[in-house]
């Protein structure tokens, strides 16, 4: 178990629809990480919150925002959802902002649009 | 351009042999940070081990080993004696020092490691 966790684990929902997936750091980690896995492209690098604060942004489509509350639990939404958006989401978080250390992995959420 | 490249995308071996799945990065800065994660069938991502670019001490935990070669731009994971446990996707990950790179892990592709019994 990293500490990592993110809810829900599986969620189904039709083309058109908008989600919300949570995800809480290891106790004492300022930095979350968002990252999509799927089949044609891999693990890509969505967006990294430190501290409520945005620090970087990788490959992360419009349709798709994230946040970072004050309790540093994050929410990535995805609206406008299209069959292309089903994949595997992860959320990470680390100690640092700096990429210096360890990214640990929640168990993710699985995502079918249908 | 891919900054990480995991050349074999699949490895089967017999139980007790020995593994390794090679790794090649590219970054023009000098200070960045390696890692290995491994993907079990039931799809967490378990972090390994994390190198720092000016440490290139070859690193040696139970049966896994690492060996770091900047001059190769490599950083290679060994798995000895494998066991069916070790059966899963092993990712090699890069994390460059750059402003607006901080944090941000690039995977590679991955290496499927099978292990029959």
């Known amino acids: 178990d990293s500490g990592v966790t993110q809810t829900p684990k599986h969620l189904i929902t039709a083309t058109g629809q908008r989600v919300t997936l949570r995800c809480s750091p290891r106790s004492g980690d300022l930095s979350v990480y968002w990252y999509q896995q799927s089949l044609d492209q891999g693990l890509q690098f969505l967006i990294h919150?430190?501290?409520?604060?945005?620090?970087a942004k990788g490959n992360i489509l419009e349709r798709f925002s994230a946040q970072q509350f004050p309790d540093l639990h994050s929410e990535l939404n995805l609206s406008s959802l299209e069959l292309g958006d089903s994949a595997l989401y992860f959320c990470?978080?680390?100690?640092?902002?700096?990429?210096?250390?360890?990214?640990?992995f929640g168990p993710g959420t699985r995502l079918t649009v249908t | 351009a891919q900054k990480v490249t995991q050349a074999q995308t699949e490895i089967s071996v017999v139980e007790k042999e020995d593994v390794t799945l090679d790794c090649v990065y590219e970054?023009?800065?000098?200070?960045?940070?390696l890692f290995w994660y491994k993907q079990p069938p039931s799809g967490e991502l378990v972090f390994l081990i994390r190198?720092?670019?000016?440490?290139?001490q070859n690193e040696i935990s139970g049966r896994y080993s690492w060996n770091f070669q900047k001059s190769t731009s490599s950083f290679n994971f060994t798995i000895t004696a494998s066991q069916v446990v070790d059966s899963a996707v092993y990712f090699c990950a890069l994390s460059e020092a750059l402003t607006d790179s901080w944090g941000k892990l690039q995977f590679g592709a991955g290496t499927q490691v099978v292990v029959t019994p």
């Open positions: 990470a978080s680390s100690v640092d902002g700096q990429g210096k250390y360890e990214q640990y």
């Open positions: 190198r720092n670019s000016f440490d290139e």
């Open positions: 970054t023009r800065d000098t200070t960045y940070y």
């Open positions: 919150y430190y501290n409520g604060e945005e620090r």
